[in-house]
């Protein structure tokens, strides 16, 4: 046998062509007896799609939180640290509540309650505006499509309450979700936090003893790519927000508070969570003046420039080392998969996937080199976080 065709053979992991194609056949035939029997995993799914939301909650908060008790943890043992954070957060919370909830529920509930008078002043407003202009007829082309679409909303919307016990069931379950995962979220972080190096010691003992070291380095990764994202994101909503409360105050905008808020609870997003804001809060200052839109425009385009080149890069840094392109093309995908997750998620899971695939690549480059290098090896075969994150 030529040596290029024996080297292609130990190459897929056989002794000889007919090991690797009854390899192949294997593993197709696995494939397709699991997808026959999927029903088996049925109850796995179920149980799985509960626990994960309480999971999530709680990894968010383990990686808000893991930094401070790590510091802490120099001063108290780390169970009286993880306790002082949960503390103090929770008597936050309550201090925010008393002292912000008010406003806030109160310009909500005026918000919703005014909003379809707001929406239709400020479309009389710009018909005006354009009436004499060739966008005119464009406007009214948008102006009936948008109705056309806002009728078929409240449809869908009175035929599901008409489906009565279905209906309450539906939004029971949410709601009983929702406050699940509220509650367990904390208590499960509250384990991850204290047991942080017991769980990691556990997890490193079950993997084979020649993984470890990748294992390690896996985690490594995964910990600070993850923990930096979800950090600098909490930490620049909150930034975001302080800033622009105020600012939105000193213009005179009207229900500054709810603007703000969702501002910083959607800024989240990457590019779509501030434009999402951006239309009705435009729509709320053209109901004041062509004055107050002009403010609005300049104080929101310099926020959001101050945040995206200072703020962000400041609390995040460049660990991620993802373009601009690919961050829109990953929130579409997940949108599509996953939807509101996939939208909130989608960048960490995409870290995640990131880190295996280019580990089992340089892995395959690393094999090919073993097999092939004399006709030319591959660069960059080394999996280390120093030569990831460079």
């Not at 993850?226 to 600012?247: E, F, N, R, T």
């Not at 962000?312 to 093309?329: A, C, E, N, Q, S």
Request: contains cysteine; hydrophobic residues 55%; proline residues 5%.
């Amino acid at each position: 046998m030529p040596t290029s065709k024996k080297n292609w053979i130990q190459f897929l992991g056989g002794k000889n062509l007919i090991f690797s194609f009854v390899s192949i056949l294997l593993g197709a035939a696995c494939i397709w007896i699991l997808s026959t029997i999927s029903f088996v995993f049925s109850p796995l799914l179920t149980i799985l799609s509960i626990i994960m939301k309480p999971i999530i909650f709680a990894m968010i908060l383990y990686y808000i939180f893991n930094p401070i008790v790590n510091r802490l943890e120099r001063f108290l043992p780390r169970i009286w640290g993880v306790s002082l954070v949960f503390i103090v957060v929770l008597g936050l919370l309550v201090l925010g509540g008393v002292l912000i909830y008010p406003s806030i529920a109160s310009q909500s509930a005026e918000l919703v309650h005014q909003f379809p008078k707001i929406w239709d002043d400020a479309q009389e407003i710009v018909q005006k505006f354009i009436e004499n202009t060739p966008l005119a007829d464009m406007f009214n082309q948008s102006k009936n499509s948008i109705d056309e679409l806002w009728t078929k909303i409240e449809g869908y919307a009175q035929v599901y309450l008409e489906k009565g016990a279905h209906g309450v069931g539906s939004v029971f379950s949410a709601v009983s979700t929702t406050l699940i995962t509220l509650i367990t979220g904390p208590i499960v972080a509250f384990f991850f936090l204290k047991d942080k190096k017991n769980l990691y010691s556990y997890s490193y003992k079950l993997v084979p003893p020649v993984f470890r070291k990748d294992f390690s380095t896996i985690v490594s990764i995964i910990d600070q790519q993850i923990g930096d994202y979800l950090k600098g994101q909490v930490v620049a909503s909150i930034i975001l927000g302080i800033i622009d409360w105020p600012l939105f105050l000193l213009i005179g905008l009207p229900f500054s508070g709810v603007i703000a808020l969702s501002a910083a609870i959607l800024c989240i997003i990457p590019y779509f969570g501030p434009f999402i804001v951006f239309i009705p809060a435009m729509i709320i200052a053209l109901q004041v003046s062509f004055v107050m839109v002009i403010k609005f425009v300049i104080v929101w385009f310099s926020v959001q420039l101050l945040h995206s080149h200072l703020i962000l890069p400041r609390v995040m840094g460049d660990r991620l080392k993802m373009h601009p392109v690919t961050i829109l093309f990953v929130l579409l995908v997940m949108a599509e998969l996953l939807g509101l997750i996939g939208v909130i998620f989608g960048i960490p899971i995409y870290c995640i996937v990131k880190v295996f695939v280019t580990y089992f690549f340089r892995r395959l480059k690393q094999r090919y080199n073993r097999y092939f290098g004399d006709s030319g090896q591959y660069e960059d075969v080394e999996f280390t976080k120093e030569s990831y994150l460079k």
